[in-house]
């Protein structure tokens, strides 16, 4: 048997009692331990795991929250926002068989408000109309910009 064939069979072969050797401390590890540690050592793992997945979830409704809403005025949605409640809009109306209706606005003249008192005011100019449009409707109704100055 040629050297390397020799080392390579003598590599599996140590391999295999470090497998043996890691199964059998597990294995010991397990039965010489009370049962009532293991299972509480389990069991917090299991309560830190659940803690972290809660709080990645409460962060993620967090971020979902903020891009469902337009960065210049909160109380409305984002485009982003607008398709997700549409969809569940929609899906409302085909179960009960029932009719909506959609208002859509355009901000004539914005551009040259924006470009006249600069995008700071322009910004602050879409927020107000989104305020506008958000207190002269219903709270149930849902009101978003959609792009630029569509509302």
Not at 10 to 21: F, M, P, R, S, T
Not at 29 to 49: S, Y
Request: charged share 25%; no cysteine.
């Amino acid at each position: 048997m040629s050297e390397e064939k020799t080392a390579e069979t003598l590599a599996k072969y140590n391999n295999a009692i470090l497998i043996e050797q890691v199964a059998l401390g597990i294995l010991e590890q397990i039965h010489t331990q009370d049962p009532a540690t293991l299972a509480r050592q389990l069991a917090e793992k299991t309560l830190g795991d659940q803690e972290t997945i809660k709080q990645l979830e409460t962060e993620l409704a967090a971020l979902r929250e903020q891009s469902d809403r337009d960065p210049y005025n909160p109380e409305i949605y984002s485009a982003h926002g607008w398709h997700r409640i549409m969809k569940d809009k929609l899906s409302e109306l085909k179960r009960h068989n029932s009719s909506a209706w959609l208002l859509v606005f355009d901000l004539d003249g914005f551009k040259q408000y924006n470009d006249t008192n600069g995008h700071v005011e322009g910004d602050k100019a879409l927020g107000l109309a989104g305020q506008l449009a958000r207190s002269a409707l219903r709270q149930e109704d849902a009101v978003a910009r959609l792009h630029g100055m569509n509302f």
